[in-house]
């Protein structure tokens, strides 16, 4: 009989395998590990997993290549072997995904590469909001798109004029990072994502590509933001983290994404427990570089989004 189930045991295997990647993919587990565009791949190949493992079973015939007792090959029929064989290939993947954890935790996150400086992000790509309705497209307008050479050499020759200086200096006014520029217009905020309490609805990537872009900080400037993130500690009492993980392909290449909050008050929350942040970016300039801090005016407890990663 052990000998007749052991013979099995290969198309047993394949079938948990597939099982396995079957299991992840019908509970959304694998949303956490894994880019949307590759995810299609595990239903893929789980499916023909099962089903090569199914066909191996059924059309699976004895090894016996002579009379009982007389067979050179007798060996490959051990039972011991062929189960432990599957258990060497399934033990590991079956118990790796009942024990593993759903999300990074604070020790995870501090042993990654830290991303708190734009110039070390992946630029964006424009396909990244294609057929995103929750994204709207900021119109070229906003981020001075529509501005076009003449009109910025009329702005050089505008610079040199006694209107541009500096109250009471005698040189060019200093430039502000949080100044509003020429496309930050009214009519341009309603292209903004809004949240239902109307606050502009932010990632914490989006405040992080602003130190990058001057049109980017124009845009988000001294609106009032909400930012859904996970919670780091810091050793400044008002100070602490918010976290997202970035990923560009699977979770094996997950980089955290910090910004700095400051708060009128110390915050009390669990580490990496996920919360929501409604406050304004503060852009300024540090050591040559320009730094974002969100000024929180209220930070609560959320529900882990949907995307627990950010692509």
């Not at 399934?90 to 995904?97: D, H, I, K």
């Not at 995870?108 to 709207?136: E, F, H, I, T």
């Not at 040189?171 to 020429?182: K, M, T």
């Amino acid at each position: 009989m052990r000998a007749e189930v052991s013979k099995y045991l290969n198309g047993i295997t394949l079938i948990g395998v597939g099982g396995v990647l079957l299991a992840f993919w019908i509970d959304h587990r694998i949303d956490q590990y894994l880019h949307p565009l590759f995810r299609p791949g595990v239903l893929a190949g789980g499916i023909l997993l099962v089903l090569a493992g199914t066909l191996y079973c059924v059309t699976t015939a004895s090894r016996r290549c002579c009379v009982a007792g007389e067979c050179v090959h007798e060996a490959s029929q051990s039972p011991v072997r062929s189960f432990a064989a599957g258990a060497v290939l399934l033990a590991p993947l079956v118990t790796g995904s009942l024990v593993s954890k759903d999300a990074f935790d604070r020790n995870a996150v501090m042993n990654r590469s830290v991303v708190q400086d734009a110039s070390a992000l992946v630029a964006r790509s424009a396909s990244a909001y294609q057929g995103s309705a929750a994204v709207p497209q900021i119109p070229a307008t906003m981020l001075g798109g529509d501005i076009d050479e003449t009109a910025s050499r009329d702005a050089s020759a505008s610079a040199s004029t006694p209107a541009a200086l500096a109250p009471g200096t005698g040189g060019p006014a200093a430039a502000d990072p949080n100044a509003p520029g020429p496309g930050d217009t009214a009519d341009g905020e309603n292209y903004l994502p809004r949240t239902a309490d109307g606050n502009v609805a932010l990632e914490v990537t989006d405040l992080l590509y602003g130190e990058a872009e001057p049109s980017l900080r124009k845009v988000f400037s001294g609106k009032t933001v909400e930012v859904v993130g996970q919670y780091l500690p810091s050793k400044q009492g008002r100070h602490f983290k918010l976290v997202r993980m970035l990923i560009v392909c699977c979770a094996a290449d997950a980089r955290p994404m910090l910004v700095n909050v400051e708060t009128d008050r110390p915050v009390q929350q669990t580490d990496m427990a996920w919360v929501k942040v409604v406050g304004k970016p503060l852009y300024q300039d540090i050591d040559g570089k320009t730094r974002v801090t969100l000024r929180a005016a209220a930070v609560m407890p959320v529900d882990p989004p949907a995307d627990a990663m950010l692509y």
